[in-house]
């Protein structure tokens, strides 16, 4: 059964940082690419950060550029953001998503609140 789980979330100021894991299992993590996406109430889910299997050509939102980093470890099947410099716009659940040819998978998301 695959699985990925996402921790890291929480409730953080603005200016501050926050780092999110992604762990997988089940699967063979090494063949997918993996994202990270958000989501807020009444919005439609967003791309934020990829990166592909070999941990090569990470791919960013402009809204997240020079601010978060997406990352992977093959070895501990988990793949990373890195978010400085929170803004309360980046306030949303955000979602582990794994693609590889013909197969795909969600994890059920961590909340994110940036407030002061």
């Known amino acids: 059964q695959v699985q990925l789980v996402e921790s890291g979330g929480g409730l953080v100021q603005p200016g501050g940082s926050l780092r999110l894991s992604c762990a997988a299992s089940g699967l063979i993590f090494s063949w997918y690419d993996m994202s990270w996406y958000r989501q807020v109430p009444g919005k439609e889910r967003e791309l934020v950060a990829s990166?592909?299997?070999?941990?090569?050509?990470?791919n960013y939102a402009d809204s997240v550029k020079g601010r978060f980093t997406i990352s992977r470890d093959n070895a501990k099947n988990t793949v990373y953001l890195q978010m400085n410099s929170l803004k309360p716009e980046d306030t949303a659940v955000y979602y582990c998503y794994a693609r590889t040819w013909g197969q795909s998978y969600w994890g059920r998301g961590t909340q994110v609140t940036v407030s002061s």
């Open positions: 990166i592909t299997k070999n941990g090569g050509s990470p």
